[in-house]
């Protein structure tokens, strides 16, 4: 891979380049760009390419890569096989990688965060394919209206884009993953479809801030100081010792409530670079240039948002799946009302007898004490009635029952349990919502390395090295961990999650500070006229299908849009998890209707075929064939509209 910067607008001139890095241009820079490269080596300052305007959001040079041969768009050479390898593609040097080691690390990494790739899992057979796709990426930083912090943008041109075809599939990060969040879904389809994909991380990321070096992620992934051009540099503050900061929760934004306007300005950007890539075939304009809207979980609820914001019409459809969202309509909630519920209060209601089989349980059919001391807790606190232990059970049971919880979101939910998500994800929120810095987040929490006492401490530079390539957006990892300096106690974490419900249900200063930030979030109706396809599993555990996209869809389809819903038995929330053979047993993936939804999306679009209606799809677990998930086949998956 080669790279370099261009077209730069930001206020300092900049340097010339070497003669090196005239001679990286002409390996990477279309032909038509040979003479900014020229003018850029000769001038005081940047010089855009005729007849393509600079988007004024962009706060940083845009950096160009060519990626070929053993380091392709898709998978960045490393296949199926290599992306199906549990060990990470290794750096040269440790403390110092690449970008282009950085880059390869972090796709393995979102590939596997998102897809079951897992033999016998579907992918490659059943559904979806990963070919070798060669092409140039473009990549920036840029900043909404208001907004304190950048964030990332980047297109990826694959050589065999479609100039007839002028399709854009944009997409945003799920989760609060890094750029790359969402390859496995819209990489995966627009590439392969000889489409540009224009992503954007929507304000979260994996440039974590570490205070006590004083360094973040530069645009290439590498590691830099303050005044490098980090994606994220949180003020100069005083801090506890080995605070890391957490751009999704510390960048001072809120950048929830700008998830649409997000993924507007990365299909902006989209146009700019294939002005850039093509400009032979200039210009692209959301009139010649059909542009799809495509996101899971976090990023259906961002596509969505940007649907109500698009009265310009700049979208041609939309597909979200398993979306955040929160209409305020009858049954929907908000994320942080539900998780911080489902933190408290699920712990005790799954040792119900009707979840004996859940994949939580322990080996022999135990499970955790900690939950049944959470019942405990809970009685002792005066939040249970009950003081015999089956009926404090049955007690949390009914009162999950009683807020919407079906069964099914339930038993889903106790991997959120399991693996302490609600909690991640809580702490997290709270501290975006209320627009809270890393020195101030609510109920006490803070992020920071932890050693083997759970002690914070100092990090390495082969440590720090990993974290953007590695990371998901919202720690615990492997070296970052949650700070919890309320636990106490027999259980030790309920007093920060009570504290944390408190937000949500309380009235003092900070609790309104943080719903009013949640109020910023509230979805509004989609555009007239603009085609959607809406996908949620029955399963849903992590997003469940009452609280975000049935809600969503009932709500739209009363007030006269037409959303077309796909309800999809035995799917819960991320794929990724269904590598662990109980749950591959379990549930059936997502993404096969994701791209099925994609591929109708297109049908209508470019060929004005019908949107297919919307769907109970029926499908079948696969079981157990001892202690591996018997091999997906395509009749598991039902029928799927459209197929």
């Known amino acids: 891979m080669n790279d370099k910067i261009y077209n730069a607008p930001p206020a300092s001139a900049p340097a010339p380049p070497s003669a090196r890095e005239a001679r990286t241009m002409r390996h990477v820079l279309p032909a038509g760009l040979l003479a900014v490269a020229t003018l850029i080596a000769a001038c005081t300052g940047p010089t855009p390419s005729k007849g393509v305007r600079v988007n004024d959001f962009l706060v940083s040079s845009v950096r160009v890569t060519r990626h070929d041969g053993g380091d392709d768009l898709l998978s960045a050479g490393l296949g199926l096989a290599g992306l199906r390898s549990m060990t990470p593609p290794a750096f040269a040097n440790p403390e110092a990688p690449t970008p282009e080691e950085t880059r390869r690390r972090a796709i393995w990494t979102n590939w596997r965060g998102i897809a079951d790739l897992v033999p016998g899992g579907g992918f490659g057979d059943v559904y979806g394919a990963l070919p070798n796709v060669p092409g140039r990426e473009f990549q920036a930083l840029a900043k909404v209206s208001g907004a304190k912090q950048p964030h990332r943008v980047l297109v990826q041109v694959p050589d065999a884009f479609d100039a007839q075809k002028r399709c854009v599939l944009v997409t945003v990060s799920s989760g609060s993953r890094g750029i790359y969040g969402a390859i496995a879904l819209a990489g995966a389809w627009g590439l392969g479809h000889g489409c540009a994909v224009a992503y954007t991380d929507k304000g979260a990321g994996t440039g974590y801030f570490d205070f006590d070096s004083g360094s973040g992620v530069k645009l290439d992934g590498t590691r830099g100081a303050r005044g490098e051009g980090l994606e994220f540099e949180p003020p100069a503050t005083e801090v506890a010792p080995h ?131 959470r019942c405990a807790s809970l009685h002792e606190r005066g939040l249970i009635a009950a003081a015999d232990p089956a009926k404090q059970i049955e007690e949390a049971y009914e009162r999950l029952h009683a807020a919407g919880w079906t069964d099914e979101a339930l038993a889903a939910g106790a991997l959120s349990v399991s693996f302490d998500l609600w909690r991640a994800v809580a702490a997290a929120y709270a501290s975006a919502y209320g627009r809270f810095g890393a020195h101030e987040m609510p109920c006490g929490y803070r992020y920071a390395a932890l050693g083997t006492d759970h002690a914070p401490r100092a990090t390495s530079a082969a440590e720090r090295a990993a974290w953007a390539p590695d990371g998901s957006g919202i720690p615990p990892s492997a070296v970052i961990g949650l700070v919890d300096t309320l636990a106490a106690g027999s259980d030790p974490t309920l007093p920060g999650l009570l504290c944390l419900r408190g937000l949500w249900t309380g009235t003092d200063a900070t609790a309104q500070r943080v719903r009013q930030g949640i109020a910023a979030t509230r979805a509004q109706l989609p555009r007239k006229g603009l085609p959607l396809v809406l996908i949620h599993g029955v399963d849903d555990g992590i997003v469940p299908e009452a609280f975000a996209g049935g809600a969503y869809a009932a709500w739209a389809n009363a007030n006269g849009r037409d959303v077309r819903y796909w309800r999809v038995h035995n799917a819960q929330h991320f794929d990724a998890f269904l590598g662990l053979p109980p749950l591959g047993a379990r549930y059936v993936p997502l993404l096969p209707y994701a791209y099925r939804a994609l591929d109708a999306m297109w049908a209508r679009i470019a060929e004005g075929k019908p949107l297919p209606s919307g769907a109970e799809i029926q499908t079948t677990p696969r079981g157990l064939n001892g202690l591996l998930a018997n091999p997906l086949t395509p009749a598991a998956l039902g029928t799927i509209p459209g197929g």
């Open 243 to 373: 605070t890391v900061a957490i751009r999704h929760a510390h960048s001072g934004d809120n950048p929830e409530a700008d998830w649409g306007r997000h993924v507007l300005q990365a299909a902006d950007f989209a146009l700019q670079a294939l002005n850039e890539a093509f400009p032979q075939q200039a210009p692209f304009d959301f009139a010649n240039t059909r542009v799809i809207a495509v996101g899971l979980s976090n990023a259906g609820g961002a596509v969505l948002r940007a649907a109500e914001l698009d009265q310009e019409g700049k979208l041609a459809g939309v597909v979200a799946a398993a979306p955040n969202v929160y209409p305020g309509a009858e049954g929907s909630r908000p994320i942080y009302d539900y998780s911080t519920e489902g933190a408290i209060w699920q712990p005790c209601a799954l040792l119900h007898p009707r979840f004996d089989g859940v994949a939580s349980a322990r080996p022999g059919g135990v499970k955790p004490p900690a939950w049944q001391a």
